[in-house]
Each structure stands twice: as structure tokens, then as C-alpha cells.
T-cell receptor
Framework: NAGVTQTPKFRVLKTGQSMTLLCAQD?????MYWYRQDPGMGLRLIHY???????AKGEVPDGYNVSRLKKQNFLLGLESAAPSQTSVYFC?????????FGQGTRLTVV | AQTVTQSQPEMSVQEAETVTLSCTYD???????LFWYKQPPSRQMILVIR??????QNATENRFSVNFQKAAKSFSLKISDSQLGDTAMYFC???????????FGKGMKLTVNP
């Protein structure tokens, strides 16, 4: 019963470095989402996908890219990290009636 | 664009009391779902309750119930008999049918005091 698994759970990056966050779900859900959570800002949608091979922009997509090559995986990339991208990142998968979340990734960019 | 507004950033309540959390949303569509999620200090997001827009009856889950006012685009959560374990951040969320966007409000910190 893995549900939604995010890797890594913690990461410290230097400004300008790149990294990829991996989200994997085993529930055969079509929809997957990436959010960032900042104090006082709630969860803001970065990008999302409604099926394998599709992606769409959310509220705060700048500085991030995503890919959904396989239905069960949704990758979030930071090409050139900036201190403003310091945040907690959550992945979720859903099919209408409930979204299931990963445990979050705490990313610090110094 | 769909937006979700939670106007109360923080509330506190005494154990066993009833508390209501407010949420409003904005959409021009008819097909959507509304949710309340809870995030305790563990950071895990937990579904509290959901409401389908096409259902007139308000959803209820044990001590949790909603007041869904579709015309007013209001979706409040009532917690009865508050317990210490209810202390958490609560997020209102909106899932738009069609685009399948899932959008959250800014959240509200609820503290239940003994």
C-alpha cells in the first residue's frame, strides 16, 4: 500500500544547480499534481497532468518543468534553482473523489 | 480561473465546542467537487470531507459536516465536539471537472485548547 511516494524527502541545493523530484503512484490514477507550500500561501499548483504524456501549467509554473512519460510517474524539474524556490513540495494523484498526497519534499536553495 | 478563498487565517476553540471554518470559491462552471483537507503537524494531507456540486444534500462525516450554498459559492466546514486531535491546518479545495485542476485555499490554522 505505497500510495504516493515522493523522492527525495529533503534536499539542499546551491543557487543555479538543477534537480528532479520524482512522484510515483500505484493507484492507476489519471490525474497528478505538483504543489508548493509556503507559509501563509497555502498549496499553490505548479503543474499538473490529466494523463500519460500530458502536462498543463498551474498557478506558479515559472522556473519548473514537468514530464509524465509513464502513467505512474510525474517528474518535477528545476533547471536552475533560485532561493525563491525554497519550499515544501507536494505531489498528489487523484480521480475526482479524493486526492492522495505524498509526504512532501523539503527543498532549500542557498 | 477558479479561486478558493479562506478569509480566516487562524482560529482557536475549546475542547468539545463547535467551530465553523469558512470557504468561498469562484467558478462559472457547474461540474465540480469541493473538499476540506486537514494537515496536522506531521505534514500529511488528510481528506476530511467532500461535496459533489450536483448534490443538494450537505455532506456529513461523523463530527464533520458542511454547509454548501451553491448559489452563494460558499462551502463551510462545521466541526462538532472538537477534539485535541483536530488541531491542524485546514484547507478548502476545488476540483474542476473538465480541466481537472485541483486548487487549494491558503488554509486556516485551527487550535483546539484543553
Amino acid at each position: 500500500n505505497a500510495g504516493v511516494t515522493q523522492t527525495p524527502k529533503f534536499r539542499v541545493l546551491k543557487t543555479g544547480q538543477s534537480m528532479t523530484l520524482l512522484c510515483a503512484q500505484d493507484m492507476n490514477h489519471e490525474y497528478m499534481y505538483w504543489y508548493r507550500q509556503d507559509p501563509g500561501m497555502g498549496l499553490r499548483l505548479i503543474h499538473y497532468s490529466v494523463g500519460e504524456g500530458t502536462t498543463a501549467k498551474g498557478e506558479v509554473p515559472d522556473g519548473y518543468n514537468v514530464s509524465r512519460l509513464k502513467k505512474q510517474n510525474f517528474l518535477l524539474g528545476l533547471e536552475s534553482a533560485a532561493p525563491s524556490q525554497t519550499s515544501v513540495y507536494f505531489c498528489a494523484s487523484s480521480y475526482f473523489t479524493e486526492a492522495f498526497f505524498g509526504q512532501g519534499t523539503r527543498l532549500t536553495v542557498v | 480561473a477558479q479561486t478558493v478563498t479562506q478569509s480566516q487565517p487562524e482560529m482557536s476553540v475549546q475542547e468539545a465546542e463547535t467551530v465553523t471554518l469558512s470557504c468561498t470559491y469562484d467558478t462559472s462552471e457547474n461540474n465540480y467537487y469541493l473538499f476540506w483537507y486537514k494537515q496536522p503537524p506531521s505534514r500529511q494531507m488528510i481528506l476530511v470531507i467532500r461535496q459533489e456540486a450536483y448534490k443538494q444534500q450537505n455532506a456529513t462525516e461523523n463530527r464533520f459536516s458542511v454547509n454548501f450554498q451553491k448559489a452563494a459559492k460558499s462551502f463551510s466546514l462545521k466541526i462538532s465536539d472538537s477534539q485535541l486531535g483536530d488541531t491542524a491546518m485546514y484547507f478548502c479545495a476545488f476540483h474542476q471537472g473538465g480541466s481537472e485542476k485541483l486548487v487549494f485555499g491558503k488554509g486556516m490554522k485551527l487550535t483546539v485548547n484543553p
